[in-house]
């Protein structure tokens, strides 16, 4: 569902048939938060039931990290960015070494930002978390994941950072969802 959204808000296809794809892909689970992701080289004899495949998106920096952009959405609408990093080897786990709180004008372009909100309406994400990567050689951003249960600031964001982020999303959503009193 997040390929095909992804390709209806973006016009770019990220989703791949595991049988008949040539190259670098991702295999990961429907299940939400599994981090169970892997690289595979296709094609496939079969796809596995219960998985998902994707093309594989570099998304290396430097420093032999990832960076992948958890944009925050309240509303539809991209609030703050969390620019996780950790280490390419470990590329799909939840364990980054570095976490920096950005806004959505630095990470993302006024393009970006429209693709991000027409995601959000094609699968009807209100409220909720996705995590975009950039492409290296392209440039290009990919919508690689949806979370309805967005858990927030990540565990090793540094503390003012959380306290800032958590009061700019209280205060989107208060604006967006809260009634104004008179």
Request: hydrophobic letters at 40%; proline letters at 5%; aromatic letters at 6%.
């Amino acid at each position: 569902r997040v390929s095909a959204a992804f390709e209806k808000a973006s016009g770019e296809s990220l989703a791949v048939d595991p049988t008949t794809f040539t190259g670098r892909m991702v295999e990961k689970s429907e299940l939400n938060a599994a981090h169970d992701g892997r690289v595979l080289e296709g094609p496939l004899d079969a796809p596995v039931e219960g998985k998902t495949y994707q093309r594989l998106i570099d998304n290396e920096i430097a420093g032999g990290l990832v960076e992948d952009l958890r944009c925050c959405l309240v509303g539809g609408t991209p609030v703050i960015v969390f620019r996780k990093r950790r280490p390419l080897e470990r590329r799909f786990l939840n364990e980054n070494v570095q976490v920096l709180l950005d806004e959505p004008r630095n990470c993302y372009s006024p393009e970006e930002i429209a693709v991000i909100e027409a995601f959000a309406a094609e699968i009807g994400l209100d409220w909720g978390g996705v995590d975009v990567l950039r492409d290296r050689a392209s440039g290009k951003i990919f919508i690689v994941d949806a979370n309805k249960t967005d858990m927030g600031p990540p565990v090793a964001l540094k503390l003012g950072a959380k306290l800032r982020a958590t009061r700019r999303m209280a205060r989107a959503f208060a604006d967006k969802f809260a009634a104004k009193k008179r």
